[in-house]
């Protein structure tokens, strides 16, 4: 059965940092495209950060931009790394993937993890 396993994620103070990671298990990640997509409570779905396909290329939303890492581990586990957490980074996180664009548009996704809640709070 093709899925992603995911982990990370939790309670963490403002300022506090987090790691979430999803690995591929029944396929492979090659040639995909691998996104980060977080929804908060009463909000849309939206893309935090993105490995395209072509070449490696990484875009970040701005909220994200100089506070979270997306990287790569080998052809099928990828990662984001949170630093400088904000209570409004509070949100269910979501690992995606897809082989069909070299952008993370999330209603182009194929292939989606079940979330990773992160709570910023004091």
């Known amino acids: 059965q093709s899925q992603f396993v995911e982990s990370g994620g939790g309670l963490v103070q403002p300022g506090g940092s987090v790691r979430l990671s999803c690995a591929a298990s029944g396929f492979t990640l090659a040639y995909h495209s691998l996104g980060w997509f977080r929804q908060a409570p009463g909000k849309e779905r939206e893309g935090v950060s993105c490995i395209s396909s072509n070449a490696g290329h990484m875009t970040y939303a701005p909220s994200a931009q100089g506070r979270f890492t997306m990287s790569r581990d080998g052809a099928d586990i990828f990662h984001l790394q949170m630093n400088s957490l904000k209570p409004e980074d509070t949100a269910v996180y979501y690992c995606?993937?897809?082989?069909?664009?070299?952008?993370?548009?999330?209603?182009?996704?194929?292939?989606w993890g079940k979330g990773l809640t992160v709570t910023v709070s004091s």
């Open positions: 995606a993937s897809t082989s069909r664009a070299y952008v993370c548009d999330k209603d182009n996704m194929e292939n």
